[in-house]
C-alpha cells in the first residue's frame, strides 16, 4: 500500500506540531538510524555558523535526530547587542526535491503567520554547505504576546531553503542586564 503524499504531509506535520508543543523533550533517536548525509553536514555547519557569531554567546546546544531526516535541535544563546538571552526549539526537516519540501510548507497551518522574506540574506550555513544560494526561500513569522514580558513572548518561524523545512518557537527567556542589576 502506496500512501498519497498528502497523508505523508498531513503525518509530518502532525509529528512536527506535536513536537513543537512538547518542546523536543523526548529523543526518540536510536542507534541504527542513518542519517540523511546532507541533513547530518547542515546541522554540523549550522552549529558551527553559530558558534562563530560573535554577535551572540551560544550557552547550550543539544540535537537529537527524530528519524532519518528529521532532527529536534534545542539551543540558548545570549545576544550581545541588546543582552538578551533566547531560548529555541526547531524541528529540522530535509526532503529528497525542494518540490517536496514546498509541498509540506503549503500544506502547513500558516494562519497567523506573514510572509516576511523570499531573499536570502546570503551567508549561513546552507550557502556554507552547497556554495550558493537557495533559490527557493520562503521565511515565515509570527510574534506570540508581549516583546517587553519575557514570560509571555514567543517568536514563532518557519523557513524553507530549498528541500530543507525548518519551524522555530524562540522564546526571550530574560534581559542579561536586567538580571544582573537585580542579583
Not at 15 to 29: D, E, F, R, Y
Not at 78 to 93: G, P, V
Not at 96 to 122: F, H, I, R, W
Request: proline fraction near 3%.
Amino acid at each position: 500500500m502506496q500512501l498519497k503524499p498528502i497523508t505523508v504531509i498531513a503525518v509530518l506535520l502532525l509529528m512536527v506540531a506535536s513536537l513543537l508543543i512538547a518542546g523536543c523533550t523526548t529523543s526518540p533517536t536510536s542507534s541504527t538510524i542513518t542519517h540523511d548525509a546532507f541533513l547530518e553536514k547542515y546541522v554540523a555547519t549550522y552549529k558551527n555558523v553559530s558558534y562563530s557569531d560573535s554577535s551572540r554567546y551560544i550557552k547550550a546546544w543539544n540535537l537529537a535526530w527524530i528519524n532519518s531526516t528529521s532532527a529536534c535541535l534545542q539551543y540558548t544563546y545570549f545576544n550581545n547587542s541588546d543582552n538578551t538571552a533566547w531560548d529555541y526549539d526547531e524541528i529540522i526537516i530535509v526532503f529528497p526535491m525542494s518540490q517536496a519540501a514546498t509541498q509540506y510548507l503549503d500544506a502547513m497551518n500558516k494562519t497567523a503567520y506573514t510572509l516576511c522574506s523570499t531573499e536570502y540574506a546570503g551567508g549561513g550555513a546552507y550557502q556554507e554547505i552547497t556554495g550558493h544560494a537557495p533559490q527557493i526561500y520562503k521565511d515565515y513569522t509570527y510574534n506570540e504576546g508581549n516583546p517587553l514580558n519575557t514570560s509571555e513572548y514567543r517568536l514563532h518561524e518557519i523557513v524553507q531553503l530549498d528541500n530543507i523545512v525548518f519551524a522555530t518557537i524562540g522564546k526571550k527567556s530574560y534581559n542579561v542586564l536586567t538580571f544582573v542589576i537585580h542579583l
